[in-house]
């Protein structure tokens, strides 16, 4: 059974900085890219960040690119989304998700952060 | 970039009756479509993808068809647990990902 269990969600000032991590199970981990993907509250869904099976390769959306970072350590079978020169319109539900065929197959249960001051 | 519009916003249903929803792409997108249900304080979940095809798991009742520019997500007799809101979203320019639609809530009338 495929399991994405993300952390490293809280509360942080505008301007602050917060790592979000992702563990996945019950799959070959390094076969799938990985997606985070975002949530603000009683939005909708917000595409952020992607990165290649071996981690050669990564995207991001034009909101967040320069200030986020997305890695995995596959040894691990873990995801990250650093996150740095945070806004309060960054705030949200993060979810990490697969998805090698462009679609996300499988998604975690998400991670709150709130950009605050 | 390509914007995603889906109607209707709402859509009140009884339980049992045929529920269609609309996705329209702002340009072509083939048949690069998926679309996922989301329950209140759940993550979303996939349904659909390559526009018509089921995901592992969904039942036969949800339906998804349409190429190019105009989609439609079919639920044929609807059941209590489809009450949800349901996305579109396209994924033609993969890498890296799509965009997604803002969302059709169904409720139950």
């Known amino acids: 059974e495929v399991q994405l269990v993300e952390s490293g969600g809280g509360v942080v000032q505008p301007g602050g900085s917060l790592r979000l991590s992702c563990a996945a199970s019950?799959?070959?981990?390094?076969?799938?890219?990985m997606h985070w993907v975002r949530q603000a509250p009683g939005k909708g869904l917000e595409w952020v960040s992607l990165?290649?099976?071996?981690?050669?390769?990564?995207y991001y959306a034009d909101s967040v690119k320069g200030r986020f970072t997305i890695s995995r350590d596959n040894s691990k079978n873990s995801l990250y989304l650093q996150m740095n020169s945070l806004r309060t319109e960054d705030t949200a539900l993060y979810y990490c998700?697969?998805?090698?065929?462009?679609?996300?197959?499988?998604w975690g249960q998400g991670t709150l952060v709130t950009v605050s001051s | 970039e390509i914007v995603m519009t889906q109607s209707p916003a709402t859509l009140s249903v009884s339980p049992g009756e045929r529920a269609t929803l609309s996705c329209r792409a702002s340009?072509?997108?083939?048949?690069?479509l998926a679309w996922y249900q989301q329950k209140p304080g759940q993550a979303p979940r996939l349904l659909i993808y390559g526009a018509s095809t089921r995901a592992t798991g969904i039942p036969a009742r949800f339906s998804g068809s349409g190429s190019g520019t105009e989609f439609t997500l079919t639920i044929s007799s609807l059941q209590s647990e489809d009450f949800a809101v349901y996305y579109c979203q396209q994924y033609n320019n993969w890498p890296p990902s799509g965009t997604f639609g803002q969302g059709t809530k169904v409720e139950i009338k």
């Open positions: 990165i290649s099976g071996d981690g050669g390769s990564t």
């Open positions: 340009q072509s997108v083939s048949s690069n």
């Open positions: 019950g799959f070959t981990f390094d076969d799938y890219a």
């Open positions: 998700a697969t998805g090698h065929r462009g679609f996300f197959d499988y």
